[in-house]
């Protein structure tokens, strides 16, 4: 995972959407030509499906929010800032009928909080503080309606999201709520090991290193399972992106 780069606005107001953003809204697909060959046909070829679905079955909700999943996936492979806006705006409208279909898809809103988190990414600017909230409002609304859908989703960007966003009043950041949020997603969902990285990452920032070096170990005994139960083209680029931090984070806590 790239360091995270703070963008600064003329008042030298950090963004939320500068820091952190890769990890809140999704693994980066960089320096892994092979992985990112197979990824890339993958979400081209569920795109393409989830399209023609949505013109099909209008009425269906989650179709909808399904090509809103499939444009935020397609989105974070593509290179030019102007056709990632337009797919992600894309998934938005997607998820947006969805929800006026069934105001209560918790996929719905998680999505529709990714794709508008990634145009706030793109956008960085004072357009993008009014974004915020919105991501923040999707988040919750899926945690109420299914606190379990991706593997504890919904917490796990709620935390990240109050972890790296600037504080109160300029924006949402709250190292409080992010803990609770953080270590919420690793209740639900222990042996993701998204979950525990941000966690463990979380702690190490905040100094306090036995904590950090507890969920290491918590993460090499679920190793193994996660290897097992999370396969196929679809993870790849997550396992570059966890095992890559993970040996980071280890060598972080041994150094101090």
Known sequence: MRPCVQHTLGLTLLLLIGCGSARLWGAETSGHPAAITNVVALAEANLATARKRATVETTNSTVAWELGRACFTAGKLLKDPAAQEKIYTEGVAACRHSLSLDPKSAPAHYYLGMNIGRIADLKRNLAAFSMVKEVERAFQQATKLDEMFAHGGPDRNLGLLYWHAPGWPV??????????????????????????????????????????????????????????????????????????????????????
Do not use: C, F
């Open 171 to 256: 924006s949402v950041g709250n190292k409080k709520l992010s803990r609770k949020h953080l270590e919420r997603a690793v209740k639900l969902a222990p042996d993701y090991p998204e979950n525990r990285l941000n966690l463990a990452e979380a702690y190490q920032e905040w100094r306090e290193k036995p904590l950090a070096q507890q969920e290491l170990a918590a993460l090499q005994t679920i190793w193994p399972r996660a290897k097992t139960n999370l396969t196929g083209i679809e993870w790849e680029m997550d396992w570059v992106d966890w095992e890559n931090r993970r040996a980071k984070l280890g060598n972080t806590l041994k150094a101090k």
